[in-house]
């Protein structure tokens, strides 16, 4: 186990990007950057992959359901709301071409308020990962950029909502320092039999706090 600063960690994923080796020494640029207009159909397709997935019974209402999701997408993109972001991670690779650049994962980050929150604090929505690009550490590079982007507004905890049946999720969440604060419309849910919405909360560490990671990069 390596201990390794927060702030530092922070500011690895900061930088505009980082390489990583593939098998046939070609080098692949991973970033993680703000959302563009250009990257709104990826967006909405990696969305629809993680929500809507084709083995659903509703899978003849995708694109549908993609439609709006690109819609919302670029209206949040467009609105001028000053603690919104939305990330994205590209993995940028030189083909014979040019360099070839694919968006791989997104989350979004904003203030949420609620009757059970005293104040807005920062909230993650709308994490996902392609599903070919899963279990690479995609996810928790969002989670952390998420954290870095929480301090500069000068909060020092954050907040996101995870369903009870999605297992792999919940062991992100629970294994990057989030804990469960209390379940949404636990009796709706249970009367038809939906899964349960979790809310999960964290204090975010402040500079020169010693956080524990498995390697410089964990997996997702």
Same mark, same amino acid.
């Given at each position: ?24 020494? &070609? &080098?692949?640029?991973?970033?993680? *950057? ?18 809507? /997935?084709? &083995?659903?019974?509703?899978?003849? @209402?995708? /694109? ?9 997408? *670029? ?35 904003? @203030?949420?308020?609620? &009757?059970? #929150?005293?104040?807005?604090? /920062? ?20 989670? #952390? ?5 929480? *301090? ?5 905890? #954050? ?12 062991? #992100? ?13 636990? @009796? ?9 919405? @979790? ?22």
């Amino acid at each position: 186990m390596i201990k390794v600063d927060s702030c530092f960690i922070s500011y690895l994923l900061s930088n505009p990007s980082d390489s990583e080796a593939t098998g046939d020494n &070609a &080098a692949i640029a991973v970033e993680v *950057r703000l959302a563009q207009s250009q990257d709104l159909k990826s967006l909405a397709e990696i969305l629809t992959d993680s929500f809507f /997935p084709t &083995a659903n019974y509703w899978s003849f @209402l995708r /694109p549908i359901f993609k439609l709006g999701i690109y819609e919302d997408l *670029r209206g949040r993109l467009r609105g001028d709301t000053p603690y919104y972001h939305c990330l994205v991670v590209s993995q940028t690779s030189v083909t014979a071409t040019g360099p070839q650049e694919i968006i791989v994962a997104t989350a979004e980050i904003g @203030l949420k308020s609620s &009757a059970f #929150l005293a104040v807005p604090i /920062p909230y993650i929505s709308n994490l996902a990962v392609s599903p070919d690009r899963r279990r690479a550490g995609l996810a928790r590079r969002l989670l #952390l950029k998420c954290e870095q982007i929480a *301090r500069e507004w000068g909060f020092e905890e #954050l907040s996101l909502h995870v369903l009870d049946n999605n297992l792999a999720a919940q062991s #992100l969440y629970l294994s990057s320092g989030y804990r469960l604060q209390k379940t949404d419309g636990w @009796l709706i849910n249970w009367l038809f039999n939906r899964p349960q919405k @979790l809310f999960l909360h964290k204090k975010i560490s402040q500079c020169g706090d010693r956080i524990q990671v498995s390697g410089l990069w964990s997996e997702d």
